[in-house]
Each structure stands twice: as structure tokens, then as C-alpha cells.
């Protein structure tokens, strides 16, 4: 760290002199990061922690675009099936998607819908 603030000490004072030399402040700040990762690898716990929650985020990604998938399909049938019956819940499939949602959610549903 200390070597860090000294050279954008220096850059920072180059930059402010008559010669013009510009030197990247954000490219030398960068080192600071590598110190955050060598800190997190001291605390054993914490580093398995923040490795899990990298391990577990593709998976829950994948099981909320399969969920989002599944939803637009049954807005999708809704709409073919109860367009013409519901047309203010499944006439469009935005109304039949905002319906599924509030279904899904429990959103008051109950007292527009049934």
C-alpha cells in the first residue's frame, strides 16, 4: 500500500510539473485490488464463503432463466386458451405475464382474476 500512494504521490506531482509526463493514476491503483485478494486469503472462512457464493451463482442464473422460460411459455398457452374468454387478464401477453405474475406472487389475485 505505502508503495502504492507513492507512486500517485509522484504521478500526481508529475503531472502538476512544467513537463507534461502523464502517467496513468488508475493503472497504478489497480495493485490496490490484488491487496484486497491477498487479505480475503488470509481469513481461511471468509475465503471459502466468497468462493461458494462464486460456485453457486452460475447454477441459480441457469434455475432463474429456466423459471423465466417456463413463465413465458404458460403466458404464451394463457393467452391462445384465454385470450378470448379473460381478454383484460390474457387478451395481450403482457396482461397474460402481469397475471401470471401476480398469480405467482399471490399479489391480490384472488379478487380480480377468480
Not at 50 to 72: D, E, G, K, M, Q
Request: overall charge neutral.
Amino acid at each position: 500500500d505505502f508503495l502504492v500512494v507513492i507512486a500517485s504521490l509522484v504521478s500526481i506531482i508529475l503531472s502538476l510539473s512544467e513537463s507534461g509526463h502523464k502517467v496513468p493514476i488508475k493503472m497504478i491503483r489497480v495493485v490496490r485490488v490484488l491487496n484486497l485478494a491477498k487479505f480475503l486469503k488470509s481469513f481461511e472462512v471468509m475465503h471459502r464463503m466468497v468462493s461458494c457464493l462464486a460456485y453457486s451463482a452460475v447454477p441459480l442464473i441457469n434455475a432463474f432463466v429456466l423459471l423465466i422460460v417456463v413463465t413465458i411459455i404458460w403466458a404464451v398457452m394463457g393467452t391462445d386458451v384465454l385470450g378470448e374468454r379473460s381478454p383484460e387478464f390474457f387478451g395481450t401477453f403482457q396482461s397474460s405475464l402481469f397475471s401470471l405474475f401476480q398469480v405467482l406472487s399471490g399479489d391480490s389475485w384472488a379478487s380480480q382474476i377468480a
